[in-house]
Each structure stands twice: as structure tokens, then as C-alpha cells.
């Protein structure tokens, strides 16, 4: 009687433990398990959500100093203007020579060139092969280029491309040459040159400079007159114009349908067959 008890206590004990192992693997489990990616998820999307406010107080920060940002272009834009306007540059030219007392006697741009990017140099030429041995190289007869190889070196490549050096140009930077001879006085010459540099809003890159002295002549030839002490100075140097690249060119209008001839010979009158 006590051993059938027993194993009835025995198979009641078992028949639990099944059903609390079938529980934790049928249900329990699998809700720890979606808590769990429910759980990572909720904090990815907090971690997006803080990601985003922070992006969004930045684009504030931004729009709050749009002003500023629209200013400073339109200063680079003044420096670098999106067009050549060249005309317009040469009559401030002819405005900074007036107001410092100096005559311009030639004035002119050149054929503008689009810049790019500086390379540098192509890497010399390896030695030739055929050098004599070395010295200390006994029978063996190793020579500068084997030893060279031996070591481990490598040799450059000549014919490996030139890699751009210095800042990056960018697209579309165009290049205009301009040339200038100014007679004057010492110090107004100096001033001019100096006003061309500073006084004018134009950005403009002095490449050469030559200075000559002048002796007393009068004047003629489209020169002024002179006096010692008087220079002549020949100036080279670019200005600059970068395209807006957010302008969209006008579309191109449609060219009007051509109407059709009449046929010779027909009244213009007479309705045409199926209209």
C-alpha cells in the first residue's frame, strides 16, 4: 500500500515538474524573450530620439545664423563673384588710378583658364640597372640596383600617376588673367598698389610685379609726363570667378509650331475635307 502511495506521490511530483518546464518553454520564455526585444527596441528608438533633438538644436543653431552665413557669402561672392564681370572691374581700376593721381597706360585680361588641382612631381627615374659592382662585393658582382633589391627597397614607379597636393579646387573655379602698367610718383604708384589689394572688394592675385624708374620726359605716346623719382609698374596677376553651382539654367522655350503652307493654287475659303 505504502509503495503504490509512493509512486503515486512519485508520478504527481513528475507530472508537476513537466508541466512547470512545459510553462516556462511555452509561455514564460517566449514573453521574457519578446520583453526583451521589446526592451531593445524601446531603447534604440530613445537613442534615435536623442540623436534626432540633438540634429534638430544643431539645424537651430544653423537657421539662427543663417543671416550671418547669407552675409558672408555675399562677401565671398563680392571677392569671387559667380561671373567674370571684368568690365566692371577695370572701371574700379581706373577709379583706384584717379583717386591716387597715377596714370594707367595699358589695361588688360587675358584668356581665362580653369584652375585645377596642384600635382606633384613624377618620381625620378630608377638607375640604370647596369651600375658597376659595389665595392666589397667580391666574385659575387652585386650591383648598386641588386643590392638596392635586396635590401628590400622598393623602387618607385615612374609610371605611377602624379598625386593632386594642396586644397582641393573647386569645380567649375575659373582663372582671369589680368595685365597692368601704372605711371606715377613713388609713394601714389605704391599706394595704388596697395588699394588694389585692399581698397578694391575684388580679390586679385599679384603673380609678377616689375618696377622701373623714370627720368624727367614729357609727355606723349599716351605716357604722362615724368620726373625723376617717378616709377613705371608692370603688374600680372589673375582674378577669380566661381560659378554658382545652385543656379538652374533658364529651360529653353519651344519653338512655335509651324503652321501649315497653303497649297497652291486652292481657296484659302474652302473648309478643308473632315472638319
Known amino acids: 500500500m505504502r509503495s503504490a502511495k509512493g509512486t503515486w506521490i512519485g508520478g504527481t511530483v513528475l507530472v508537476s515538474l513537466l508541466l512547470l518546464v512545459a510553462t516556462w518553454f511555452l509561455l514564460v520564455a517566449p514573453q521574457t524573450t519578446a520583453t526583451a526585444e521589446v526592451r531593445d527596441e524601446i531603447m534604440a528608438t530613445e537613442q534615435s530620439n536623442e540623436l534626432l533633438e540633438l540634429q534638430l538644436v544643431q539645424l537651430r ?164 609726363a615724368t620726373v625723376a623719382g617717378d616709377q613705371e609698374l608692370v603688374l600680372t596677376g589673375f582674378v577669380y570667378v566661381l560659378p554658382d553651382a545652385l543656379a538652374v539654367p533658364p529651360a529653353p522655350e519651344a519653338e512655335p509650331t509651324p503652321l501649315p503652307a497653303p497649297v497652291p493654287g486652292k481657296n484659302p475659303l474652302v473648309p478643308i475635307a473632315g472638319e
Open 61 to 224: 543653431a544653423d537657421f539662427e545664423k543663417l543671416p550671418e552665413h547669407r552675409a558672408e557669402l555675399a562677401t565671398l561672392q563680392t571677392q569671387i563673384p559667380p561671373t567674370a564681370r571684368i568690365s566692371d572691374y577695370l572701371r574700379e581700376v581706373e577709379q583706384l588710378a584717379t583717386t591716387h593721381g597715377v596714370t594707367i597706360t595699358s589695361v588688360g585680361p587675358g584668356v581665362p583658364q580653369v584652375l585645377e588641382p596642384a600635382v606633384a612631381a613624377a618620381p625620378a627615374a630608377p638607375a640604370d640597372a647596369g651600375t658597376a659592382p659595389t665595392e666589397g662585393a667580391g666574385d659575387a658582382g652585386v650591383t648598386d640596383a641588386g643590392a638596392a633589391d635586396a635590401s628590400g627597397t622598393e623602387a618607385t614607379d615612374p609610371a605611377v600617376a602624379p598625386v593632386p597636393t594642396g586644397p582641393a579646387v573647386p569645380a567649375g573655379m575659373v582663372a582671369v588673367p589680368i595685365s597692368l602698367t601704372v605711371v606715377g610718383g613713388y609713394e601714389p604708384t605704391l599706394a595704388f598698389l596697395g588699394a588694389l589689394q585692399d581698397g578694391s572688394p575684388r580679390l586679385l592675385l599679384v603673380s609678377s610685379l616689375t618696377a622701373t624708374g623714370q627720368k624727367q620726359a614729357e609727355a606723349g605716346g599716351g605716357r604722362p
